[in-house]
């Protein structure tokens, strides 16, 4: 809590135990999601406001519902 | 108009939620009606043949989030039972009625019943609802015989997969030549080999001739004479388009409710359509209406006919998505974008990646577990069939004053 107020802004995660590496979150949030020829997925970890959109956008479109974002400004 | 506009939402599925974000998304800030028959709030329907059947998740484990606040009445458990669009008012139970400035229609579509099957019998189900699910399992826990499926396409496949990742033996019987054969003989050969590989049973250009029911378990025979022993029969062939409750309402129900371009359903000026229900054309390929029964597509759809409902029907801009869709099959991730079903022919553009080819125009590809590979052609579909150009950025609701689709004329 203390951290999210310091820290602010929007965060993503993904749920390893959920994520079959579908690459839908690429399509559509590119530059924040990639899929890597070695199949693994990488993550910003902590996005803009701006980006948020975006990433919420992935979120809803997951195939396996594994991504999580927390902070979308209202 | 004294209390205020009002939008309802008849269908609390993923369409609906979405479209209901939308509104919000947008501003819309008047009464906000979620109806939806199913006992709980929308949940991820894919789970249903995966997760929800092997037990790895329960229902509320696949509750969908919404990013904005909703702020919506909801009416669960709650049947639309009638549309009166001249009167602007959707008939609940009871004989309650319910008016409206905007409707979306968001029903979904339920499975069909194969004629001949006791379709009374506990132990003959179908795979929609959390519900469902949860009813497969007792009939799978209550005997240790086999599962047996109906259908061969994506339901039916990842039904079977569910039964062997249980370690329960299981059956999928089709009247195609193989299981997954509209995806074309490469991807219907890689199905057929998979399954093999994880033992399950295929009777494939076959069907049900009698059903032969004991206390204990079914007996099926089968047209090519085979005979199988089944606990439960789950049937996957196919669905209808739920819009019983919409007959007589005044919109054109041929295959689901017909739609212009831009989702508002032919002959009203205040009812937009999302999801598996609706059949419009997608100018992005021809402007022959049609539906498309994915989660991606209802998960923009119900975005888009949101939007076009408060720009109002002048204002509204034709849907035009690529169509994307996934299933995930044992350990196989199988990937689909544009119209696969358009084609009249299939070309190899990669390895595991089939191309589908109309008039010499590619109009959709097929991944089998190439995830990496289906993002470059996902672009490159994009490219090739690029949606008409459109009119400008989603109108912000400005309030009852402007009032474009939502609300009735001045
Ligand atoms: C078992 C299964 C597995 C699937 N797997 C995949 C997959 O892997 N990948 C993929 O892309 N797609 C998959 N799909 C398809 C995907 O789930 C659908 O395309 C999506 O759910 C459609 O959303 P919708 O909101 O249009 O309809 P629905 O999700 O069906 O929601 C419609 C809701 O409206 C309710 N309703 C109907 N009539 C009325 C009425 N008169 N009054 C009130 N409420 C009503 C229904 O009960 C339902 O709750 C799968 C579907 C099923 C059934
Ligand atoms: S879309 Fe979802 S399942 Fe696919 S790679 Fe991204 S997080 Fe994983």
């Known amino acids: 809590m203390t951290l999210h107020r310091i820290r602010g802004g929007p965060r993503l995660s993904v749920d390893n135990d959920r994520c079959e590496r579908f690459g839908t979150c690429e399509w559509e949030a590119p530059g924040l999601f990639e899929l890597g020829r070695d199949g693994r997925l990488r993550y910003r970890r902590r996005v803009s406001d701006e980006d948020a959109e975006r990433a919420a956008a992935a979120a809803r479109c997951c195939p396996m519902q594994a991504i999580v974002v927390r902070g979308v400004p209202g | ?410």
């Open chain 2, 1 to 410: 108009m004294s209390d205020g506009d009002r939008i309802v939402i008849a269908g609390a599925g993923v369409a609906g939620l979405r479209a209901a974000e939308r509104l919000r998304e947008l501003g819309f800030d008047g009464e906000l009606v979620l109806i939806g028959d199913e006992p709980r709030r929308p949940y991820h329907r894919p789970s249903v043949s995966k997760q929800l059947i092997t037990g790895a998740a329960r229902p509320v484990d696949m509750t969908l989030k919404s990013y904005t606040e909703l702020d919506a009445r909801w009416r669960l458990g709650t049947r639309a039972t009638h549309l009166d669009t001249t009167q602007h008012v959707v008939h609940l139970p009871g004989g309650e009625e319910l008016w409206y400035d905007g409707l979306v229609v968001a029903t979904g579509v339920v499975p069909r019943h194969l004629p001949g099957s006791p379709r009374h019998d506990p132990r003959v189900r179908v795979l929609r609802t959390a519900e469902d699910a949860a009813a497969v399992r007792r009939a799978l826990a209550a005997s240790n015989k086999a599962a047996v499926v109906i259908g061969g396409g994506l339901i039916g496949c990842e039904f079977a997969a569910s039964m062997r990742q249980m370690g329960r033996d299981v059956t999928l019987v089709g009247h195609a030549r193989a299981p997954l054969y509209r995806f074309g003989p490469r991807i219907a050969a890689s199905v057929t080999e998979l399954h093999r590989q994880h033992r399950a049973g295929l009777a494939m250009n076959t069907a049900v001739r009698h059903w032969i029911s004991t206390k204990e378990t079914f007996g099926l025979h089968l047209t090519n004479n085979q005979l199988v022993v089944a606990s439960c029969v789950v049937l996957a062939i196919g669905s209808v388009p739920a819009v019983d409750w919409l007959r007589g309402s005044g919109l054109t129900l041929d295959d689901g409710v017909l739609c212009e371009p831009t989702l508002f359903a032919t002959g009203a000026e205040d009812v937009v359509v999302a999801g598996d229900v609706a059949r419009w054309p997608n100018l992005r390929f021809d402007d022959e209406p049609r539906r498309v029964e994915h989660w991606l597509n209802a998960v923009e759809s119900g975005r888009a006919a949101a939007e076009n409902l408060l720009a109002g029907r002048g204002q509204a801009r034709p849907f035009t998505p690529l169509p994307r869709a996934w299933s995930s099959l044992y350990e196989v991730r199988l990937q689909t974008i544009g119209l696969p079903a358009l084609a009249e022919d299939t070309v190899r553009l990669a390895d595991g990646v089939t191309g589908f080819v109309r008039a010499g125009e590619l109009v959709g590809a097929c991944g089998w577990d190439r995830p990496k590979a289906m993002l470059y052609w996902t672009a490159e579909l994009d490219r090739r069939l690029p949606a008409p150009a459109t009119t400008p950025a989603p109108a912000r609701w400005s309030g009852p004053e402007a009032r474009p689709a939502v609300g009735t004329a001045p």
